[in-house]
């Protein structure tokens, strides 16, 4: 089993990594990455979700603030790869029970087996409280570190539908483990669902795209097409009649006298 020191350690290197890449000082970081060493702790029967509830020293699973995740984080094992993706959960007041708000990418990705820190760009609004965590299905995520403080909850089975409510299970007493995973917080002042300093385009003004007001639809567009210009309405062409035609009229009116 590795040790605790080394697990720190990278976990300080992932931190510092992960905030030299977004390249804003005043995002948040939640959660810690390192090199897993627990045996079979992503292993789903067909899935695995958990999500870190406490830890006895170092830093929160849990949001400090509402905001958007734009960035979330795993530390490859060594000697295994491990399918996983982050998968945030928000606490619905009942013990051990939690919505499921999203999960970082759409596909369970692949984490080749020493292939170092690895971090997925993403797009998450959440609320002050909400907790990251993992959904896997193999491989390694977690640090066993025995200390009673770093708790969390799990799910082993089928995996809760994005959007609905599960019920967890808190760890076995004397089984306290650590989770691999981070994400990196920015704040979102207006509200628009993209953070503030590597997403929002137009900070202050809400929008669909990069924060920023869908242009104009142009004119032909189905949304913005133009009236269509009234049809000019062909005038009958009078038809000239030649003096002799008009001669030939006037004769048979006399005949008719």
């Avoid at 690895?118 to 491989?139: K, L, M, Q, W, Y």
């Amino acid at each position: 089993m590795r040790t605790l020191a080394k697990t720190i350690c990278v976990a300080a290197i992932g931190a510092t990594a992960l905030m030299a890449a977004s390249g804003a000082s005043a995002a948040t970081h939640v959660g810690a990455t390192f090199t897993p060493g627990t045996g079979n702790s992503c292993l789903g029967t067909p899935d695995l979700e958990e999500l870190q509830t406490g830890r006895a020293s170092g830093p929160s699973y849990a949001t400090p603030s509402a905001g958007v995740i734009t960035v979330w984080s795993f530390q490859a094992d060594d000697m295994v790869q491990t399918v996983m993706t982050l998968r945030v959960f928000r606490p619905t007041g009942t013990p051990h029970q939690y919505q499921v708000i999203a999960d970082g990418t759409s596909d369970l990705q692949t984490i080749p087996a020493a292939s170092g820190l690895h971090n997925f760009p993403t797009r998450i609004p959440v609320e002050a409280g909400d907790f990251i965590g993992i959904r896997a299905t193999s491989g390694e995520c977690g640090f066993q570190t025995g200390t009673p403080g770093d708790t969390f909850d799990f799910n082993s089975g089928t995996a809760t539908a994005i959007g609905a409510v599960g019920n967890f299970s808190p760890n076995v007493v004397a089984n306290y483990w650590i989770l691999d995973i981070s994400a990196t917080l920015e704040a979102d002042a207006d509200n628009d669902g993209f953070g503030d300093e590597t997403q929002d385009q137009c900070l202050g003004t809400t929008g669909p795209q990069n924060g920023c007001p869908a242009p104009p639809a142009p004119p032909n567009s189905p949304t913005g097409q133009q009236a269509p210009a009234a049809k000019k309405k062909c005038k009958k062409k009078k038809e000239k009649h030649s003096a002799e035609s008009a001669k030939k009229k006037k004769c048979k009116k006399k005949k008719r006298k």
